[in-house]
């Protein structure tokens, strides 16, 4: 997959072993670059200024050598009714990205963008409308993370890489990503508590499988027939639904972990008795869970929601099979539109303005 490219590396996407050979290279001791680290992912620094046990003339070659720049918010929207909270944020370059923040009982989550915009043209999604403008580094997935816990004040604890772009075709940075927010020297956010959810990109599947990492994996399913979901996934025509379950149990099989199928219900397209019927077909007896979504209406798109009694007859089916099923709690409710639907408004009004 192809690479970011930059003038300059960020100095937060790096493990601790290269912040330890910059060091040495800038003719320090090793142990700056562990303190650098705790600087750049514990407490969470903005600026040099800041690393109040690094020397002045450090710091100032590290001023000029790797500028810092966090993601800034330029907007948030907090929900009335649960506190969910939509944060936009500013790039160095001037695209912006969408970021979610979630209290639930088990603690906090936060939705993290891979990309800002998406290739991948599934049908009903916002994100994908005006295509991919270019994909994150690492650390500026972290960046949302660590805005956001600043921000709210509270402890991240969960992260769903869920929000606009495919984690998968952004393979290196999501990698980095998810070992740097799980590092202990870090956040230190345990791996079980992290998903990445994919459309169903194949050959990454069973990359990540070979990772050594505890994380979950949701697969975007949203149909039970290859026929359907080539309606609704572009994906479905370069990778069939038995490649990618084959993927699917493959990950199961190499990391012990359950993979959980996103099954988004939009009403006549996909959430009929005979769907229900043949998804409980397919994936009786694998060790999974289904997750539920009534689709959000997006304006640009065709698409309407499932009503209350679908979504649970739904379900009902599914669990006849001995499918543990969830429905997805509506979060911020008030203050959705669909995802990435913040970022599009945005950028819009931004084109009216020029
Ligand atoms: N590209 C990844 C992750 C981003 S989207 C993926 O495809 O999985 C996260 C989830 O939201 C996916 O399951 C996606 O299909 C779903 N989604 C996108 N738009 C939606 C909408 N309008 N309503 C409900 N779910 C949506």
Redesign the pocket.
């Known amino acids: 997959m192809r690479e970011n490219r930059m003038e300059q590396p960020d100095i937060r996407s790096m493990y601790p072993e290269e912040l330890k050979e910059r060091m040495v290279q800038l003719g320090e001791k090793p142990f700056r670059g562990a303190q650098l680290f705790s600087w750049l992912h514990q407490k969470l620094a903005d600026s040099y200024d800041q690393m109040s046990d690094l020397p002045a003339g450090l710091r100032q070659k590290l001023e000029e050598q790797y500028p810092l720049r966090l993601p800034e918010a330029v907007d948030a929207q907090i929900s009335k009714l649960d506190g969910t909270r939509k944060y936009l944020f500013r790039l160095y370059d001037g695209n912006v990205i969408e970021s979610v923040w979630m209290r639930y009982h088990h603690g906090n989550s936060v939705c993290v963008s891979?990309q800002a915009g998406?290739r991948?043209g599934?049908r009903?999604?916002?994100?994908t409308l005006d295509g991919l403008s270019r994909s994150l580094q690492a650390s500026e997935m972290l960046g949302q993370v660590y805005q956001i816990q600043k921000l709210t004040g509270e402890r991240v604890s969960n992260i769903v890489?869920?929000?606009?772009?495919?984690?998968l075709d952004n393979y290196e940075n999501l990698i980095r990503f998810l070992k740097l927010v799980s590092a202990p020297e870090g956040l230190n956010i345990s791996q079980r508590s992290l998903t990445v959810?994919?459309?169903?990109l194949v050959p990454e599947m069973y990359r990540l499988a070979e990772e050594g990492l505890q994380i979950t994996l949701?697969?975007?399913l949203?149909a039970s027939s290859d026929e359907k979901r080539k309606k609704l996934?572009p994906i479905a025509n370069r990778y069939s639904l038995e490649q990618v379950l084959g993927a699917c149990r493959n990950y199961f099989d190499k990391t012990g972990r359950r993979i959980t199928f996103?099954y988004?219900l939009a009403a006549g397209e996909n959430d009929g008795e005979e769907d229900a019927g043949e998804l409980g077909d397919l994936l009786a007896g694998f060790p999974c869970h289904v997750n539920l979504?009534?689709?959000?209406?997006?304006k640009e798109?065709k698409?309407r929601r499932s009503g209350k009694k679908m979504v649970v007859n739904f379900q009902n089916k599914l669990e006849k099979r001995g499918i543990n099923v969830t429905i997805r709690r509506e979060m911020g409710g008030d203050i959705d539109g669909?995802?990435?639907q913040l970022r599009k408004r945005f950028m819009d009004n931004q084109e009216k303005n020029l």
Do not use: D, K, Q
């Not at 959810?197 to 169903?200: E, K, P």
């Not at 979504?293 to 997006?298: D, K, L, Q, S, T």
């Open positions: 891979s998406c991948m599934c009903f999604c916002a994100s890489v869920m929000g606009s772009g495919e984690p959810s994919t459309c169903g949701a697969l975007s949203h996934m996103e988004a979504i009534p689709i959000n209406p997006v798109r698409f669909a995802c990435g």
